[in-house]
């Protein structure tokens, strides 16, 4: 009986001080996001989704995000700061963002968003923007205008710096009266997505 609690309290021990599966795969990761970030679990509607760079160091971009030059307009080159007061960010920026919950929203048309988004986006085409703001906070008065004083803080994201279906939504949120503030810009969208290798998922509608 003495062995067998020995035993029983050596197996309790390594099972505590042992990495878990998920920590132990991250620290195998040759290609991490970051040297203190290996990967990002986020919540989605369909449940947690790591998110982490491509291991293939061979793996080169998708094609529907290599070309170089689309005809402008409408594929015109976004310039950094979308609206005063709205702030623009990178994909650590996104991450931690993400992983902490923050809504993020693919302001894409819903066949861009279908063929591949950022785990964790809801859809919000930018032609539907000005109608739907109820879906992040704001409420709509008497007099048919909105109300967003409790407007969530939330980051839309396109196909890239050369998109400008995100920053259409962005100033259709603020001509609204949505709070500057309230708004994170991920210029980089798809296509720098694309280019860093991080997790695509098919989107939902």
Known sequence: ??????????????????????????????VKINARMPSVTVPTADGPVKIMRNQDTNNTIDPAYAKTSRKCPPFCIQPMQVAPG????????????????????????????V???????????YTQMAERLDEIGCTRGADKKWDCAK???????????????????????????????KILYYRGGMQAWHVLGLTVVEGNF
């Open 1 to 30: 009986m003495k062995h067998l609690l020995i035993a029983l309290v050596c197996l309790f021990t390594l099972a505590v001080s042992a990495p878990s599966p998920a920590v132990a795969a991250d620290d195998a990761l040759e």
């Open 151 to 181: 407007a969530e803080k939330v980051l839309l994201f396109c196909n890239g710096p050369w998109c400008g279906q995100s920053p259409m939504a962005i100033k259709a949120m603020l001509r609204e009266g949505y709070p500057a503030d």
């Open 115 to 125: 063929k591949g988004t950022i785990p964790g986006a809801i859809n919000m085409p």
């Open 86 to 113: 709205v702030t623009t960010v990178g994909e650590v920026e996104l991450l931690e963002f993400a992983k902490a919950g923050g809504k993020m929203i693919d302001g894409r048309t819903v066949e861009w968003h």
